[in-house]
């Protein structure tokens, strides 16, 4: 799976966790729809954190679709909800479940 985070680059998931993505992914949405700002900065650089040291950050150069897009860590609760949608049925930032992607390379 290939993560981008905003603002930072691309990152390959080969052998993520997505159970503890999920997780931390949860506690995002739960943050953002209390709006809590503090709750919400730290379960985003938890997120965010897991993603860099479970993937590998790709090359600038190298073109890949995302299959995940991430906000980053300054997002606020309305930001967040907004990416979100108002949408109930939203199922989170990161799926719960996603084919694994490998680059092209040329």
């Known amino acids: 799976m290939i993560v981008r985070i905003l603002g930072e680059g ?12 999920n997780e931390l992914d949860d506690v995002v949405e739960s943050a953002a729809r209390a709006g809590d700002a503090d709750a919400l900065a730290a379960a985003l650089e938890a997120l965010l954190t897991s993603v860099r040291e479970q993937g590998s950050l790709l ?9 995940v897009i991430l906000p980053d860590a300054e997002a606020t609760p309305a930001q967040i909800l907004e990416w979100m949608g108002e949408n109930d049925s939203f199922s989170g930032l990161i799926p719960a479940e996603h084919p694994v992607k490998e680059p092209e390379s040329d």
């Open 10 to 21: 691309q990152f390959l998931l080969e052998d993520a966790n997505l159970d503890l993505l």
């Open 59 to 67: 090359d600038d150069d190298l073109l890949v679709d995302s299959d």
